[in-house]
């Protein structure tokens, strides 16, 4: 088993989002341990290789009993600043989202992950290494075919001026625009392949970012408390505290184009179409992500993921 502990650097991406044509798992166990972002506390996962038409689940060790959590839109808690997964035993794990994009990155379709500890441990606040930590153990091209979600009717979700329109289209592309025009961020468009893997490179490495005066009060909600600058960008007004240059000139957008491709991949499988989104944020994100479930589940296609169990 590899064992990782937040490693920046990264190589090419071998797979994309749309990746290969036929399932995968990864060749051996990984772990990786950190501190948890909101919790503070000292978390450890295993990524586990699994059987084809697994899906990818949460095995949550405490205090003795284990509980699964599937990954899937219908279970998740709460999308506030991360995104949460809770099953009907009340078992949760928290800040799933970049190690979800990691999967989705490597085209990772089946693995059940030992979680010990409230969350998924934050590292450098980017997916690079569990990319990284995929690749150096290989991926295991399965015998099933993969399954596609294609999109063949717009569908849209709204919240104020911000949104996220899903239309139909032969490709896999995520046309993203963050707005902070308060401080440095300021307002950017990027559009991404998701099939391009030097794009998925630039947004696996991309780190998460907060506003200096966000930190008091989300501290206040007992949030982040295992945030530094060791794994979250902090910008005050025009400047950034970290001491260093951001890893790359559009890390912000990329960030929130890496958090909606980790709670989009809560369906379990690449999404054909072409993804629009203004002002993302996880409860937009994983909104959508349910929308797309539903309408699945009302044409009667097949299911990505298996709903809550216990
Ligand atoms: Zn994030």
């Known amino acids: 088993m590899r064992h990782c502990t937040g490693e920046p650097s990264i ?9 290969t044509m036929r ?12 501190l948890g972002l909101h919790s503070g506390d000292e978390c450890r996962i295993v990524v586990r290789p ?11 060790h405490k205090a003795g009993a284990v509980s699964v959590i599937a990954a899937a839109p219908e279970n998740v808690g709460c999308a506030f ?12 794990v928290a800040t799933v989202e970049h190690l979800m ?20 441990p934050i590292l450098d606040g980017s997916s690079a290494p569990f990319v990284n930590e995929i690749k150096a153990v290989g991926i295991e091209r399965q015998g099933a075919e993969r399954h596609e979600i294609i999109i063949d009717q717009p569908v849209s979700i709204k919240d ?31 559009s ?29 909600m007992d949030l982040i408390r295992g945030g530094s600058l060791d794994n979250s960008i902090v910008v005050d007004g025009d400047k950034i505290l970290n001491g260093d240059d951001l890893r790359d000139p559009y890390e912000f957008v990329l960030h929130k184009a890496l958090d909606l ?50």
Do not use: W
């Open 11 to 19: 190589g090419e991406i071998e797979f994309g989002v749309r990746g």
């Open 23 to 34: 399932q995968s798992t990864l060749k051996a166990p990984i772990s990786f341990s950190g």
């Open 50 to 60: 699994a059987e084809e038409y697994v899906g990818i689940s949460f095995k949550c």
């Open 81 to 92: 600043h991360g995104t949460a997964l809770v099953n009907s035993s009340g078992a949760s």
């Open 101 to 120: 994009a990691a999967l989705a990155i490597c085209a990772i379709d089946n693995t059940v992950i030992d979680v010990f500890g409230p969350e998924i």
């Open 160 to 190: 104020g001026d911000r949104s996220i329109l899903i239309e139909p289209a032969d490709g896999f592309r995520l046309d993203t625009t963050i707005d902070f025009e308060d401080c440095l961020i300021g307002r950017q468009s990027l």
């Open 192 to 220: 991404v392949a998701l099939d391009n893997s030097a794009m998925l490179e630039r947004m696996a490495k991309s780190r998460t970012f907060c506003r200096l005066y966000e930190v008091q009060g989300l501290r206040a």
């Open 261 to 310: 491709v980790g709670d989009f991949y809560l369906l379990g499988a690449p999404i054909r179409g072409v993804i629009t989104a203004f002002k993302p944020g996880h409860d937009l994100n994983t909104r959508a992500a349910l929308a797309i479930s539903e309408l699945q589940r009302r044409q009667n296609q097949t299911p990505s993921r298996l709903a809550a169990t216990a």
